[in-house]
């Protein structure tokens, strides 16, 4: 009898244990499945490539003179790039060579049912500064029709003299309108050099701005 009852005991552990098995296998499928629901929803939110692009390019101010700056789109339309040529501000030099400024206004066109907003931007240059000089770097952007502005302020002490490539996120989002298939998007940057006070404020100071990466969210309305 207790060879029996042994053996009656072992199929039950037997049956538990492919039970449990059964069971995990089941509740990874579950999860594969629901993350794989999440992917395709994730996919879902961008425009399908080649989908976006840029009707106009204009942009204005005295650190992009006429001629002195390109704008592209990245193929699936979550990057926009802006080239600068002759965007600097520099001291010892007046108030117009301490502080230069650009607006850009571009008009995307995109399918029905999507809309977007700026993420982050990626500010690319030079800076070179002697001892007190400082200066700072600011981007933000709205949208036409739509209350509101967002931007960015980044701060550089001295000394510096180096490349530099500088990630901000832009901490709040203001999205395009949806149902819309187009919307110009707009871009103000301004980039300053202060000089330090008597006896040092003929020290020098140089902002080299070279590009702006833009990284664009979309979301489906």
């Keep these: 009898m207790s060879k029996v009852r042994r053996k009656a005991k072992t199929k039950r552990i037997r049956h538990t244990v492919f039970q449990s098995v059964s069971t995990m296998a089941a509740m990874v499928v579950l999860l594969l499945l629901a993350l794989l629901q999440l992917a395709v929803r994730g996919l879902a939110q961008t425009p399908p490539s080649g989908t ?6 204009s942009y204005s101010g005295s650190g992009c003179p006429p001629g002195s700056a ?9 990057g ?37 907003t700026l993420e982050s ?3 690319k ?13 600011e981007v933000g952007y ?14 550089l002490p001295p000394p510096v003299d180096d490349m530099f490539e500088f990630d901000d996120d832009f901490l709040t989002f203001i999205y395009a309108p949806c149902g819309s298939e187009s919307t110009t998007l707009n871009v103000y940057s301004e980039v300053r050099v202060v000089p330090p006070p008597p006896p040092s ?21």
Excluded at 70 to 78: H, I, K
Excluded at 87 to 111: E, M, N, R, W
Excluded at 201 to 221: E, M, P
Aim: proline share 5%; aromatic share 12%.
């Design 80 to 116: 926009l790039t802006v080239i600068f040529a002759e965007y600097k501000a520099f001291t010892p030099g007046s108030p117009d060579d301490q502080v230069k400024k650009c607006q850009l206004a571009v008009k995307l066109i995109y399918p029905t049912g999507f809309a977007f």
């Design 70 to 78: 390109e704008g592209a789109l990245s193929p699936d339309g979550t």
């Design 201 to 221: 404020n003929n020290n020098k100071g140089l902002i080299i701005i070279d590009a702006h990466d833009f990284s664009l969210r979309w979301k489906t309305c």
């Design 142 to 155: 709205y949208f036409s029709g739509i209350p509101g502005a967002v931007r960015t302020l980044r701060r």
């Design 125 to 137: 240059g030079s800076a070179h500064f002697e001892e007190g000089v400082k200066g700072s770097l």
């Design 52 to 57: 976006v692009r840029v009707e106009s390019f």
């Design 121 to 123: 931007v990626t500010v």
